[in-house]
């Protein structure tokens, strides 16, 4: 069994204009040790996903499950939850001042977050606490434990947020857009650290993120959404260089390139509200492949043999890939299954074929 295993989980918002619902039949599982990265951009409901897992969504509706080691974590109450925050899953944030309180120095509230968890005594909670202070690259621990939090950098601010996520030695690392508001040389320092910490303690890694950049070097597995939705779930190699689903080849079309801001070429169109969703496919009215069929929203469904590689798109199984060859192919299907009005474009051009 995986160490979280989270099926067909939807959350719904009621708000003033109708139903949000912000997530959608989200499936995926995490093995102990391993790292996913959660992808999709801002909206496609990453964070309202993982912050319901974690019992930190109020006033919502949901649906599914998250079994963590078996347990399902929507059926626990708050004080369950609590237990498993923190010592069993931890989180760390974009802001690193959402979880370091700014009028406290930073030792004293990881030595705090070690005592309310574990019977320890502070002196041995503080000297774990500069361990892990160091273990995140902070230099002169044993003086940095007595900062504030304004006294660190981003980049510092970030590592002891790290430290302190990584002080009960948990199973699982949530980690939303640790890295956003760093430079890249930060945020690669951010990720090695993180990186580090796994090799060490073993930790799970849910890695989310707007920026496939980010997930090329840590993930082992990656998950796009979109619209609330899981759109394609593939291995690392695969989803950078046998992706399927149009959005995530857009996502990847839309990288800058190496030594230059410049997005190659960004998403046309933006992502649709939750409120009025388009009927049939989410991704249609951005998609430059659309075909009758697309007005049918697509399951999402194994794209190889083993079922690893799922993608919720009608284009055909085989058209994988950024190259010219598949791109080609994308077109010619897009063109046989429009219009047609028959099944997907694979069929529609054997058809023509025959
Ligand atoms: N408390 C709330 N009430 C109503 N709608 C909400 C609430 N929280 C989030 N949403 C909506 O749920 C959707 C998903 O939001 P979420 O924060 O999960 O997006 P995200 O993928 O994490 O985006 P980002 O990359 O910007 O962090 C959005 O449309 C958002 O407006
Ligand atoms: S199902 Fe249709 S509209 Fe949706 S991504 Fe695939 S080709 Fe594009
Ligand atoms: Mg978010």
Avoid at 89 to 101: N, R, V
Wanted: aromatic share 6%.
């Amino acid at each position: 069994m995986s160490l979280l295993e989270v099926s067909d989980l939807s959350v719904t918002f009621s708000t003033p204009d109708g139903l949000l619902e912000a997530v959608r039949g989200l499936s995926f599982s995490l093995e102990a040790g391993k790292t996913l990265g959660i992808v999709g951009e801002s909206g496609s409901g990453k964070s309202v996903a993982t912050q319901t897992i974690m019992g930190l969504t109020q006033n919502v509706r949901i649906t599914g499950t998250a079994l963590f080691e078996g347990v399902d974590l929507l059926t626990l109450s708050r004080s369950e939850l609590r237990k498993v925050r923190g010592s069993q899953i931890a989180m760390i944030f974009q802001d690193p001042l959402s979880s370091l309180h700014p009028f406290y120095r930073v030792g004293w509230q990881i030595v705090e977050m070690i005592r309310e968890h574990e019977d320890v005594s502070k002196d041995a909670a503080r000297a774990r606490a500069i361990d892990l202070l160091r273990s995140v690259g902070i230099s002169q621990p044993d003086v940095r434990i007595d900062n504030y939090p304004y006294q660190f950098s981003g980049g510092m601010r970030q590592r002891a947020m790290i430290a302190m996520a990584m002080a009960l030695n948990p199973k699982i690392l949530i980690a939303d857009e640790p890295t956003t508001a760093l430079d890249v040389t930060v945020q690669a320092q951010v990720l090695e650290v993180m990186e580090r910490m796994q090799q060490e303690f073993g930790t799970a890694i849910i890695l989310i993120t707007h920026d496939l950049g980010v997930v090329a070097d840590i993930a082992d597995d990656v998950l796009v959404m979109y619209a609330g939705r899981a759109v394609e779930t593939a291995d690392r190699r695969t989803t950078f260089y046998e992706q399927h689903h149009p959005y995530t080849k857009g996502l990847l079309e839309s990288l800058p390139a190496i030594d230059t801001d410049e997005r190659l070429k960004p998403i046309t169109g933006s992502p649709p509200s939750l409120l009025r969703l388009p009927a049939g496919c989410s991704f249609r009215p951005r998609c430059p492949y659309v075909m009758d069929r697309c007005a049918e929203e697509p399951p999402l469904r194994p794209i190889d043999d083993a079922g690893l590689h799922r993608s919720a798109c009608w284009l055909p199984t085989d058209v994988t890939g950024t190259g010219e060859a598949a791109e080609r192919r994308r077109r010619e299907a897009s063109e046989a299954g429009s219009g047609t009005g028959v099944g997907s474009g694979i069929d529609a051009l054997r058809r023509r074929e025959a």
